[in-house]
């Protein structure tokens, strides 16, 4: 499995709203823990560590 770059999320600006919004009321402590969890669970559903490991590359990237 590839890493896919093209935009694939349908509605992202809605997507966008859902996840600001998840963290509205949350400290940023607690925000950081949110997205770390969320991160881990989107690692699990993808689980091929090849494209794991590409998506750490680029997200270090600066510009990625």
């Known amino acids: 499995m590839?890493?896919?770059l093209t935009?694939?999320?349908s509605d992202p600006d809605d997507f966008y709203a859902e996840l600001i919004g998840s963290q509205?009321?949350?400290s940023e402590d607690?925000?950081?823990r949110m997205n770390a969890r969320l991160v881990l669970l989107l690692a699990n559903h993808v689980g091929d560590r090849a494209t794991l490991?590409?998506?750490i590359r680029l997200a270090r990237t600066p510009g990625g």
Do not use: G, V
């Open 2 to 4: 590839s890493l896919t």
């Open 7 to 9: 935009p694939n999320i």
């Open 24 to 26: 509205r009321e949350l």
């Open 30 to 32: 607690e925000a950081l």
């Open 53 to 55: 490991s590409e998506a």
